[in-house]
C-alpha cells in the first residue's frame, strides 16, 4: 500500500504537448476532404503587412528594436572562434597566435577580401 502510494507521488502528469491523440486531433481534415495548409512566417508577414492596419495597431513588421547598448562581438576572419584581438597592421581580427602568424603572412589582396566580407571599410596599409 506504502510502495503504491510512493509510486503515485513520484509520477508526474503527462505534459500536453505529450499527448498522442493531439496531432490527430490537430492535423485532423476537414468535412470537405482537403488538408490544412500551412504557412511559414514569410507567408504569414507578407499577408499582414497587405491588410489595411490602423495606425495605432502594433504588429510584427510595425515593431522597431532599440539600437543595442553592448558592443558588437568580434569573430576571427580566420577561424570564426570569438576574436580577442586585432592585428594593428592589417585590421584583422585573431584569436590565438597561430592565427596572428597566418594573419601576418597573408598577401594583400587576400586580406582585403576577407576585409570586405566582414564589411569593413577601412583601407589596408
Request: avoid cysteine; charge should be positive; aromatic fraction near 10%.
Amino acid at each position: 500500500m506504502a510502495s503504491e502510494e510512493i509510486i503515485e507521488a513520484n509520477r508526474k502528469p503527462q505534459p500536453v504537448f505529450k499527448n498522442r491523440s493531439f496531432q490527430q486531433k490537430f492535423r485532423q481534415t476537414s468535412t470537405s476532404g482537403k488538408k490544412r495548409t500551412w504557412r511559414s512566417l514569410k507567408q504569414v508577414l507578407a499577408q499582414e503587412r497587405s491588410l489595411p492596419w490602423p495606425a495605432t495597431v502594433k504588429h510584427y513588421s510595425s515593431i522597431n528594436a532599440p539600437p543595442s547598448f553592448k558592443p558588437a562581438k568580434k569573430y576571427s576572419d580566420i577561424s570564426g572562434l570569438p576574436a580577442r584581438y586585432t592585428d594593428p597592421q592589417t585590421k584583422l581580427y585573431y584569436a590565438t597566435t597561430e592565427e596572428f602568424a597566418t594573419v601576418r603572412s597573408l598577401p594583400m589582396d587576400i586580406t582585403a577580401g576577407y576585409l570586405a566580407l566582414r564589411g569593413a571599410s577601412s583601407i589596408v596599409g
